[in-house]
């Protein structure tokens, strides 16, 4: 069964989510995803973990926006999709996806399909669990854009997007290049930023400006330093 299903609103208006924990879904259904949700509907400040489900344990998004969210340790049990799959036309602004596993086509972290586009975004430590899987961190179809995100590297390119301000992470947390998170193992996850994270002050401060988006994920203040952080999580300065 799925955890939640939301159609269209059909008025134009946006919706959202916000503050949500969805978590703890467990089928071998490969109907569409965990999650259902169509256009001019959202998620903000809400956290999708812990879930297994045949196909898109993370959701399925058709012309949405996510904002300031948390994917992690979802793991897809079926032979298609990924972990978290985004169409016609939805964005994300400042999420972050992390520590997921996929045994689909389309791997471990995120699906792009065509005219999506990712702002802030940060994607780190999925895993494509196929036996030949290269697809860990992010699988993208024609017309895809990536604005200032950070992104562990080793991925093969399914088609490449258009790119601008995208920095490659290392697989090492503790790295200089690496997110630095506070504490990405299972069981005691904390995917704040140290004060060294590579993430810090490297987003992009426009693509958020019409969003008001004030707070992070949980209530620091949005655009501390410099520019704003990438990912769900801004570090106090």
Known sequence: FQTMNAWSNGNGLRVFLDGFIFEGANSASEYVGTLEIYGGRGLRNCIIRNNTYGKNPGGYFDSCELINCVFYGNTSTGTTSAIVHVANGTKLYNTTIVN????????????????????????WGNKDNRPKGSFHQLYTAENVKLYNCAIQTGDKV????????????????????????????????????????????????????????????????????????????????
């Open 158 to 237: 399914n088609v490449e997007p258009t790119k601008s301000n995208v920095v490659d992470l290392s697989p090492s947390n503790d790295a200089s290049d690496g997110p630095q998170f506070t504490n990405p193992s299972s069981g005691s996850e904390d995917f704040s930023l140290r004060s060294g994270s590579f993430c810090i002050d490297k987003g992009l401060d426009s693509a958020i400006d019409p969003l008001n988006l004030t707070y992070d994920i949980v209530g620091n203040k949005r655009k501390s330093g410099a520019a704003v952080d990438i990912g769900a999580y801004e570090f106090p300065q």
């Open 100 to 123: 997921n596993v996929g045994n689909g086509g389309a791997g471990g972290g995120l699906r792009m399909d065509a005219g999506t586009e990712a702002y802030n975004v940060l994607l």
